[in-house]
Nanobody, 124 residues
Framework: QVQLVESGGGLVQAGGSLRLSCAAS????????MGWFRQAPGKEREFVAG????????YYADSVKGRFTVSRDNAKNTLYLQMNSLKPEDTASYYC?????????????????WGQGTQVTVSS
């Protein structure tokens, strides 16, 4: 099982950009479909973006389409989330996660390994 460590979070003004990274340990990163989720205080964890094993197919929540881009580099065992045009409502802890299942990539229950999270705060 891979272990995941996120980085790249921080404080940014509305309209700004951040790039999150998720480094995976182990040699089986390419066996996992990967996802980004986020959780704001008092709210449930929600799907943000996902990528299949190669990264050729990507998936987005409606709230981030056109602003966020998910990608992966299997040679570097790393998942990325480029976030542009950030809004205050994007403020949350962001988690990367991996799944070996064939279930719905947007369903958090399908994921069997999670990172510790990185905080993103967008000021207005």
């Amino acid at each position: 099982q891979v272990q995941l460590v996120e980085s790249g979070g921080g404080l940014v003004q509305a309209g700004g950009s951040l790039r999150l990274s998720c480094a995976a340990s182990g040699r089986t990163f390419s066996n996992y479909r990967m996802g980004w989720f986020r959780q704001a205080p008092g709210k449930e964890r929600e799907f943000v973006a996902g990528a299949d094993w190669s990264g050729r197919n990507t998936y987005y929540a409606d709230s981030v389409k056109g602003r966020f881009t998910v990608s992966r580099d299997n040679a570097k065992n790393t998942l990325y989330l480029q976030m542009n045009s950030l809004k205050p409502e994007d403020t949350a802890s962001y988690y990367c996660a991996g799944t070996r299942s064939w279930g719905h990539i947007m369903n958090a229950r399908e994921y069997d390994t999670w990172g510790q999270g990185t905080q993103v705060t967008v000021s207005s």
